[in-house]
């Protein structure tokens, strides 16, 4: 985690791409550090790892590969639970490829935890097989069809038809993901802010997640306004 110098207003999840410790695709904390002090002022970044392929999907019979279970009922009540006695901040959801994927499909299967996804180069939004890492991880056709993020979106649309909740970023390496999931969200009519002004190879960087971020405050801002009515950060 990396704890801001002023109170914790907000958390805020980087999801992973890779399992463990890996940094094949960069490491998500040195990255976010390398941040301007105002995309970091009050936020308590949290970024959990996992055993497995991070698709934070559950098994369908493996008792020790439940990862969606995990993150919602053990990283995110342990994170909580490091705030001591302060009232609960909205928790966010930060993450590229796979841990976008994984950020979308959280959102529309628990839109009172999380507040917002901001996603850049998110995976599997384009109608194309899943990756066999996903199939895996899934254990099963049925498992697997529960976590298709189009269908998720669909399925859940009318409970994201309120304030804008998604930010979705792109273009890196996945164009027709990003193409695919903007005319998506456009036909069931959920509202999300879609941007291509983050160039970036596909990996960890600041250069994709200091818009990625951007968007996400001024998603918050209009998402819970302060006690005036007004923006507060």
């Known amino acids: 985690m990396i704890w801001p110098e002023q109170p914790v207003r907000r958390i805020v999840l980087a999801l992973p791409v890779e399992t463990g410790d890996g940094r094949k695709y960069g490491r998500s904390l040195e990255e976010i550090a390398r941040l301007p002090a105002d995309l970091r002022d009050g936020i308590l970044f949290a970024a959990p790892t996992l055993s497995e392929s991070p698709w934070l999907v559950n098994h369908a019979s493996r008792a020790d590969c439940q990862q969606e279970d995990h993150l919602v009922r053990v990283v995110v009540p342990t994170v909580l639970a490091a705030l001591g006695g302060q009232a609960r901040p909205p928790v966010h959801l930060l993450g590229f490829s796979k841990g976008g994927f994984a950020a979308l499909n959280l959102l529309t299967r628990h839109p009172g935890l999380f507040a917002v996804a901001s996603v850049w180069d998110a995976s599997l939004l384009s109608d194309r097989p899943p990756h066999p890492q996903l199939v895996d991880v899934a254990g099963s056709t049925g498992r697997l069809g529960e976590y298709d993020v189009r269908r998720n979106l669909r399925r859940h649309a009318g409970d994201l038809r309120g304030a804008c909740r998604i930010a979705l970023g792109g273009v890196g390496t996945l164009v027709a993901d ?21 160039p970036a190879e596909h990996r960890w960087s600041a250069a994709w997640l200091a818009p990625a971020m951007r968007h996400l405050l001024d998603l918050e801002d209009r998402l819970l306004p302060g006690p005036e009515g007004g923006p507060e950060r």
Do not use: M, S, V
């Open 178 to 198: 990003w193409t695919a999931g903007h005319q998506l969200l456009e036909e069931a009519g959920i509202p999300h802010r879609a941007y291509r002004d983050a």
